[in-house]
């Protein structure tokens, strides 16, 4: 059974940067897509970011793309989301994600196209 626990999550003013990471236990990831997705209170889960099984592909929102860096360490089972010119919009709870297809052509934008979730980290940004 896979594991996945976010971290790194804090108060930040807008322009600052976090960088948030999500190690797996239980089942090596090297096989898998993984991604970042994100809740607001009040809103759906959207998909902020994700990375193929290799690391060689990476997927943004739109309005993350040019500020959110995605990424992974296979030899650590670990994702990091580094997060710059953060801004109050981006205030929400981050989860990781783990497709379980094994290496999937396609990096989903899709929450119930992902078979495990972390508990969420908190990310506030403040004005």
């Known amino acids: 059974q896979l594991q996945l626990v976010e971290s790194g999550g804090d108060l930040v003013q807008a322009g600052g940067s976090l960088r948030l990471s999500c190690l797996g236990s239980?089942?090596?990831?090297?096989?898998?897509?993984v991604g970042w997705f994100r809740q607001a209170p009040g809103k759906e889960r959207e998909f902020v970011a994700g990375?193929?099984?290799?690391?060689?592909?990476?997927a943004y929102a739109d309005s993350v793309q040019g500020r959110f860096t995605i990424s992974r360490d296979n030899a650590k089972n670990t994702l990091f989301l580094q997060m710059n010119s953060l801004q109050p919009e981006d205030t929400a709870a981050y989860y990781c994600?783990?497709?379980?297809?094994?290496?999937?052509?396609?990096?989903?934008?899709?929450?119930?196209?992902?078979?495990?979730w972390g508990q969420g980290t908190q990310v506030t940004v403040s004005s």
């Open positions: 994600a783990a497709d379980m297809t094994d290496k999937n052509p396609h990096i989903h934008r899709i929450p119930k196209l992902y078979d495990y």
């Open positions: 239980g089942k090596n990831l090297d096989n898998y897509n």
């Open positions: 990375v193929n099984w290799s690391g060689s592909r990476t």
